[in-house]
């Protein structure tokens, strides 16, 4: 079932202790669509720079992911510059350039109006909504948001979360938003501000799940060693959501296997810069890696 995902794609300059990787393709919705493509194809909606690589449009292609939604612009794309510190749960934003990513302003072609799945990378919350004004109709909506727009358009965001089922943000958000540094409470005073569920992500700790009924709890992939943490909570919302595209199992058996779906692309996605390991992954490797995570969590 289609999966239509709206948000930023861009170029990256990463700095992590493990080196430097400088103008590698990035952006929230690059990573979502292409942990998403694993399972099905992808409707994307985007701008970026006449400077932007026609070799990353063309894999973008070729993996599934329609890009009659991608506007290319005259201009510089979005570049953001990050370096992570020993500790990789912390990071520092070195350069953020807007460029044509300034006015961005999302306009879903006719034929993505009735996407059954929607994602809603990290924007502002007001183009956000204006996304979910153009869509008839759909079965789930996910949503991200980051600290910005928690501080600076809360009014907006309040509005928003009353229209999105499904929150996924990280802990520190979680914080921010609800006011409260446990993670239960936080989970809870969240859902009643709209929301039918939230995900927490918890970077090398993993996820956790609440809804109304249910909560659920899955570790990180054990790994020894993590090159670049930049976008695997994007990578996790698009195994999850791609999953459930593809299974249109909405059980809660179902979720949760969509939940460790989410988990297993986003364990590759940080084994190497700007989410290279993931040109190389096949459904095999996504699906070895599923096994052990049932038998690493099975007791
Ligand atoms: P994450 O690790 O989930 O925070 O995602 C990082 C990605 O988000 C990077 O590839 C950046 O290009 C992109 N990014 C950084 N800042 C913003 C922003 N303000 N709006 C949209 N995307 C951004």
Same mark, same amino acid.
């Given at each position: 079932?289609?999966?239509?995902?709206?948000?930023?794609?861009?170029? +990256?300059?990463?700095?992590?202790?493990?080196?430097?990787?400088?103008?590698?393709?990035?952006?929230?919705?690059?990573?979502?669509?292409?942990?998403? &493509?694993?399972?099905?194809?992808?409707?994307?909606?985007?701008?970026?720079?006449?400077? *932007? #690589?026609?070799?990353?449009?063309?894999?973008?292609?070729?993996?599934?992911?329609?890009?009659?939604?991608?506007?290319?612009?005259?201009?510089?794309?979005?570049?953001?510059?990050?370096?992570?510190?020993?500790?990789?749960?912390?990071?520092?934003?070195? &350069?953020?350039?807007?460029?044509?990513? %300034?006015?961005? !302003?999302? %306009?879903? #072609?006719?034929?993505?109006?009735? &996407?059954?799945?929607?994602?809603?990378?990290?924007?502002?919350?007001?183009?956000?909504?204006?996304?979910?004004?153009?869509?008839?109709?759909?079965?789930?909506?996910?949503? +991200?948001?980051?600290?910005?727009? =928690?501080?600076?358009?809360?009014?907006?965001?309040? !509005?928003?979360?009353?229209?999105?089922?499904?929150?996924?943000?990280?802990?520190?958000?979680?914080?921010?938003?609800?006011?409260?540094?446990?993670?239960?409470?936080?989970?809870?005073?969240?859902?009643?501000?709209?929301?039918?569920?939230?995900?927490?992500?918890?970077?090398?700790?993993?996820?956790?799940? @609440?809804?109304?009924?249910?909560?659920?709890?899955?570790?990180?992939y054990p790994l020894?060693?993590?090159?670049?943490?930049?976008?695997?909570? +994007?990578? *996790?919302?698009?195994g999850? =959501?791609?999953?459930?595209?593809?299974?249109?199992?909405?059980?809660?058996?179902?979720?949760?296997?969509?939940?460790v779906y989410?988990s297993v692309l986003a364990s590759y996605?940080?084994e190497? @810069?700007?989410?290279?390991r993931?040109?190389?992954l096949s459904r095999d490797d996504v699906e070895r890696r599923y096994r052990q995570f049932v038998s690493l969590?099975? *007791?």
């Amino acid at each position: 079932m289609s999966l239509l995902v709206v948000g930023s794609v861009a170029i +990256d300059t990463l700095e992590t202790p493990r080196g430097r990787a400088p103008d590698v393709l990035g952006g929230a919705a690059t990573y979502f669509a292409v942990a998403a &493509s694993f399972f099905g194809p992808v409707r994307l909606v985007a701008v970026v720079g006449d400077d *932007f #690589p026609r070799a990353e449009l063309d894999w973008f292609a070729r993996r599934g992911i329609d890009l009659a939604g991608v506007e290319v612009r005259p201009g510089r794309s979005l570049r953001w510059t990050g370096r992570y510190h020993e500790d990789m749960n912390v990071r520092d934003t070195l &350069s953020f350039e807007a460029n044509v990513f %300034e006015h961005f !302003a999302p %306009e879903l #072609p006719a034929a993505y109006r009735d &996407s059954p799945f929607v994602f809603l990378a990290n924007i502002a919350p007001a183009l956000q909504a204006r996304v979910l004004e153009q869509v008839r109709a759909p079965r789930l909506v996910g949503a +991200d948001t980051m600290n910005l727009w =928690i501080e600076t358009t809360r009014p907006e965001l309040d !509005a928003l979360l009353r229209q999105v089922p499904l929150l996924m943000i990280n802990d520190e958000e979680a914080r921010l938003l609800s006011g409260e540094r446990n993670m239960v409470r936080a989970a809870r005073r969240i859902l009643a501000m709209g929301p039918e569920s939230v995900m927490i992500k918890r970077g090398e700790y993993g996820v956790l799940y @609440f809804s109304g009924e249910s909560v659920f709890v899955v570790p990180a992939y054990p790994l020894e060693e993590v090159f670049d943490p930049t976008g695997a909570g +994007d990578t *996790f919302a698009g195994g999850m =959501i791609g999953h459930l595209a593809e299974s249109g199992d909405r059980s809660e058996a179902g979720l949760r296997r969509a939940i460790v779906y989410g988990s297993v692309l986003a364990s590759y996605m940080v084994e190497d @810069f700007g989410g290279r390991r993931l040109r190389t992954l096949s459904r095999d490797d996504v699906e070895r890696r599923y096994r052990q995570f049932v038998s690493l969590t099975e *007791f």
